[in-house]
């Protein structure tokens, strides 16, 4: 069976250029769209801990939250918000009820809203569409391109 | 007459911003065109048909886009203006033969219609009252025959793309829909079928050969003397 | 018969119809019917989580405004990511009058939306207005035997404004298999995620997902997954597949929904079922027959 292989973006160097963003830009966006305050953090790693997709990221959850909080640009060049699956998990167990989806998705908005999409349509094959449900198609590229 | 010129004002539009006076009750195209410009993309078949005459304008003191035919929209006092003589949309390139309608098929060379928010802009943006947005949704659950009906008056002008903020190409895929539903869809008209048959086989090439060889008079004698159906007992047709 | 007004979403027409068929089925034997939304659209299976969004709310808006129109205050879904996203569109701008008036002045070809739709799951109408007694009284092919491991996923419980159960205890799925007569399995990834979206462009992660969910069910003695997320029961099954392929000895573990669950309990249409899942029951009958 010939495998197509997907073509995914991910955040590099390159792209956090593109920005033309600096950090304290970027984290005063991330507040402004997700609402959250990156100082409630108190790093207790009860959201790493549950997250089902940690294993896969660069930056563990509450390693991305201190990143913010001390604005290292390396959050905006790791792979965490593209692995992020939104499952809330982090929200619901954190004990100051920081909203860690929203910081994510925040940080994917400040990507896509520069039209630096993380899924390529292109990329994806007829094979590949042909055999996922119209769900996952849908929430796909809601998350990953603008 | 007298009459006739006082009702027929003339009237002010915006051609890409510049003024100009125009008699009243003229389409947008024929006003353009009596203001002095020569339409040499933009403009087809003058009759709502083709889709090249695509048209935004807006109202003065109006701050809404508007969208219409030029040929088709009667030009009014105070419009603002400009043609869209293209839409650069790709299309997908299949062969209709080896399509399996079965599948999500619309949606494998038109992914980008997963990206629908159902804002609806592009049904305010259609000139010819189509439901976009319904078509869109019905491609996007897999239905093709409603894909197909919902769309059935599009024109191609391409309008909706240009203002779909999700950046999908509602026409070609739309016109995807009515061939697949075209080709393997829609119910065979057997009568058709069989009158084909029948063509193929000669059937009617000795009465052809009849006709082609007849002289005008003798032509003009058949067609007067030509067998005519009754109408239907009870029907309102009529002699 | 009583109606509920039913969003299917897109999947439910399509490659999840066992689901809606189920569903209609079961419902309609308990003397309810599923009237289907008109005119409906995608909801948009995620909820926007950013503040200044509105353009992608427009689309869940639009649906409860449907329902509006349709003369109902509450909208019943059986997807559970639907579910999750109307209802959480439904929090977000119902009494909210700066939203609505944005949105409505938006949608300035449709009448306004009021903002007085609920939205409701199909296992809160199950448990709360109809209740386990009669659910079980219904029950003509007792599941006895038959042991049923919940797989919750995310959008049901989280976060905690639209959970339906205790998001890291639930019972809701229990409770049901309990008054079907088969035997709940408690494990550990009942409430975990399935990977989502993630399947789209990073397929191996939900494989690795599937693995560990399937394995821990297998492990605490599961004869088959239920779930409500057309999205979980593809993640699973489909990405099954390679696990079958690739690691010797895998044994395939048969995952349905819900609706199907109750349907075959209520020997009404249950849509396709697996037939490893189909044998199993059948041999759990006949020893039922013999003993």
């Given at each position: 069976?010939?495998?197509?292989v997907t073509k995914t973006k991910q955040s590099t160097q390159d792209e956090f250029d593109l920005l033309e963003m600096s950090m304290d830009e970027i984290v005063d966006k991330v507040e402004e769209l997700s609402g959250e305050n990156v100082f409630d953090c108190y790093q207790c790693g009860m959201c790493s801990a549950g997250c089902p997709m940690a294993e896969e990221m660069d930056l563990?959850?509450?390693?991305?939250?201190?990143?913010?909080?001390?604005?290292?640009?390396?959050?905006?060049?790791?792979?965490?918000?593209?692995?992020?699956?939104?499952?809330?998990?982090?929200?619901?167990?954190?004990?100051?009820?920081?909203?860690?989806?929203?910081?994510?998705?925040?940080?994917?908005?400040?990507?896509?809203?520069?039209?630096?999409?993380?899924?390529?349509?292109?990329?994806?094959?007829?094979?590949?569409?042909?055999?996922?449900?119209?769900?996952?198609?849908?929430?796909?590229?809601?998350?990953?391109?603008? | 007459?007298?009459?006739?010129?006082?009702?027929?004002?003339?009237?002010?539009?915006?051609?890409?911003?510049?003024?100009?006076?125009?008699?009243?009750?003229?389409?947008?195209?024929?006003?353009?065109?009596?203001?002095?410009?020569?339409?040499?993309?933009?403009?087809?078949?003058?009759?709502?048909?083709?889709?090249?005459?695509?048209?935004?304008?807006?109202?003065?003191?109006?701050?809404?886009?508007?969208?219409?035919?030029?040929?088709?929209?009667?030009?009014?006092?105070?419009?603002?203006?400009?043609?869209?003589?293209?839409?650069?949309?790709?299309?997908?390139?299949?062969?209709?033969?080896?399509?399996?309608?079965?599948?999500?098929?619309?949606?494998?060379?038109?992914?980008?219609?997963?990206?629908?928010?159902?804002?609806?802009?592009?049904?305010?943006?259609?000139?010819?009252?189509?439901?976009?947005?319904?078509?869109?949704?019905?491609?996007?659950?897999?239905?093709?025959?409603?894909?197909?009906?919902?769309?059935?008056?599009?024109?191609?002008?391409?309008?909706?793309?240009?203002?779909?903020?999700?950046?999908?190409?509602?026409?070609?895929?739309?016109?995807?829909?009515?061939?697949?539903?075209?080709?393997?869809?829609?119910?065979?008209?057997?009568?058709?079928?069989?009158?084909?048959?029948?063509?193929?086989?000669?059937?009617?090439?000795?009465?052809?050969?009849?006709?082609?060889?007849?002289?005008?008079?003798?032509?003009?004698?058949?067609?007067?003397?030509?067998?005519?159906?009754?109408?239907?007992?009870?029907?309102?047709?009529?002699? | 018969?009583?109606?509920?007004?039913?969003?299917?979403?897109?999947?439910?027409?399509?490659?999840?119809?066992?689901?809606?068929?189920?569903?209609?089925?079961?419902?309609?034997?308990?003397?309810?019917?599923?009237?289907?939304?008109?005119?409906?659209?995608?909801?948009?299976?995620?909820?926007?989580?950013?503040?200044?969004?509105?353009?992608?709310?427009?689309?869940?808006?639009?649906?409860?405004?449907?329902?509006?129109?349709?003369?109902?205050?509450?909208?019943?879904?059986?997807?559970?990511?639907?579910?999750?996203?109307?209802?959480?569109?439904?929090?977000?701008?119902?009494?909210?009058?700066?939203?609505?008036?944005?949105?409505?002045?938006?949608?300035?070809?449709?009448?306004?939306y009021e903002g007085k739709v609920s939205v409701h799951h199909l296992l809160e109408v199950i448990r709360d207005r109809i209740g386990w007694e009669k659910i079980e009284e219904r029950v003509t092919n007792p599941l006895e035997g038959l042991s049923v491991a919940p797989f919750y996923g995310c959008t049901l419980l989280r976060p905690e404004e639209i959970a339906i159960d205790d998001p890291?205890?639930?019972?809701?799925?229990?409770?049901?298999?309990?008054?079907?007569?088969?035997?709940?399995?408690?494990?550990?990834?009942?409430?975990?995620?399935?990977?989502?979206?993630?399947?789209?462009?990073?397929?191996?992660?939900?494989?690795?997902?599937?693995?560990?969910?399937?394995?821990?069910?297998?492990?605490?003695?599961?004869?088959?997954?239920?779930?409500?997320?057309?999205?979980?029961?593809?993640?699973?099954?489909?990405?099954?597949?390679?696990l079958v392929r690739t690691i010797p000895d895998y044994e395939e573990m048969p995952i349905i929904y819900f609706t199907q669950l109750m349907a075959l309990a209520y020997g009404v249409e249950a849509g396709k079922i697996p037939a490893s899942l189909k044998a199993k029951i059948k041999r759990l009958q006949a020893v039922k027959g013999e003993g």
């Amino acid at each position: 069976m010939e495998e197509t292989v997907t073509k995914t973006k991910q955040s590099t160097q390159d792209e956090f250029d593109l920005l033309e963003m600096s950090m304290d830009e970027i984290v005063d966006k991330v507040e402004e769209l997700s609402g959250e305050n990156v100082f409630d953090c108190y790093q207790c790693g009860m959201c790493s801990a549950g997250c089902p997709m940690a294993e896969e990221m660069d930056l563990l959850p509450n390693q991305v939250l201190h990143a913010l909080q001390v604005k290292d640009p390396e959050v905006m060049s790791a792979n965490s918000m593209w692995i992020c699956a939104s499952c809330y998990t982090c929200q619901v167990r954190c004990p100051k009820g920081v909203d860690l989806a929203k910081v994510m998705e925040a940080m994917r908005q400040i990507y896509l809203r520069k039209r630096m999409d993380h899924v390529s349509l292109d990329g994806l094959s007829h094979r590949e569409i042909r055999r996922l449900p119209q769900i996952a198609v849908v929430a796909s590229f809601r998350k990953k391109t603008g | 007459m007298a009459s006739d010129k006082k009702d027929r004002g003339m009237i002010h539009i915006h051609v890409m911003g510049k003024t100009y006076e125009v008699p009243a009750g003229l389409t947008i195209m024929d006003a353009m065109e009596y203001a002095g410009y020569r339409f040499t993309r933009g403009a087809g078949c003058r009759s709502g048909f083709c889709g090249a005459c695509s048209t935004v304008y807006r109202y003065e003191g109006d701050y809404r886009l508007q969208f219409a035919l030029a040929c088709q929209e009667t030009a009014q006092d105070g419009m603002y203006l400009v043609q869209l003589p293209f839409t650069p949309a790709p299309r997908a390139s299949y062969d209709i033969e080896k399509i399996n309608p079965k599948e999500n098929v619309l949606l494998q060379y038109y992914p980008e219609i997963a990206r629908c928010v159902s804002c609806n802009t592009c049904t305010k943006a259609c000139p010819q009252d189509i439901q976009v947005m319904d078509y869109i949704q019905a491609a996007l659950r897999g239905d093709i025959a409603k894909t197909a009906e919902l769309s059935f008056d599009c024109i191609q002008c391409g309008l909706c793309s240009m203002r779909c903020p999700a950046d999908i190409k509602h026409y070609h895929m739309a016109q995807m829909a009515r061939r697949i539903y075209g080709r393997y869809m829609s119910p065979v008209p057997q009568h058709l079928e069989d009158r084909l048959q029948e063509i193929a086989q000669g059937k009617f090439d000795d009465e052809l050969d009849r006709l082609v060889s007849m002289s005008r008079e003798e032509l003009e004698a058949a067609y007067a003397a030509r067998v005519r159906e009754e109408a239907p007992a009870g029907s309102e047709i009529s002699e | 018969m009583e109606k509920l007004t039913y969003f299917p979403g897109c999947t439910l027409k399509d490659t999840a119809s066992d689901f809606e068929i189920s569903g209609m089925a079961v419902m309609e034997a308990l003397g309810y019917v599923l009237e289907e939304l008109e005119r409906w659209n995608c909801c948009g299976t995620v909820f926007s989580l950013t503040d200044d969004d509105l353009m992608h709310q427009i689309a869940p808006v639009r649906d409860l405004l449907r329902a509006q129109e349709a003369g109902s205050d509450d909208i019943i879904a059986l997807c559970s990511m639907c579910y999750a996203t109307l209802k959480r569109t439904s929090l977000f701008v119902n009494g909210n009058q700066e939203r609505l008036d944005k949105i409505n002045s938006f949608m300035n070809k449709e009448v306004d939306y009021e903002g007085k739709v609920s939205v409701h799951h199909l296992l809160e109408v199950i448990r709360d207005r109809i209740g386990w007694e009669k659910i079980e009284e219904r029950v003509t092919n007792p599941l006895e035997g038959l042991s049923v491991a919940p797989f919750y996923g995310c959008t049901l419980l989280r976060p905690e404004e639209i959970a339906i159960d205790d998001p890291d205890a639930p019972t809701v799925l229990q409770d049901l298999t309990t008054a079907l007569w088969a035997t709940p399995i408690d494990y550990a990834y009942s409430v975990e995620c399935c990977g989502a979206y993630q399947v789209v462009d990073h397929r191996d992660v939900v494989v690795e997902r599937t693995h560990r969910i399937m394995s821990a069910a297998r492990r605490a003695g599961a004869d088959v997954i239920v779930t409500s997320c057309p999205l979980c029961h593809f993640n699973l099954h489909d990405t099954q597949k390679e696990l079958v392929r690739t690691i010797p000895d895998y044994e395939e573990m048969p995952i349905i929904y819900f609706t199907q669950l109750m349907a075959l309990a209520y020997g009404v249409e249950a849509g396709k079922i697996p037939a490893s899942l189909k044998a199993k029951i059948k041999r759990l009958q006949a020893v039922k027959g013999e003993g």
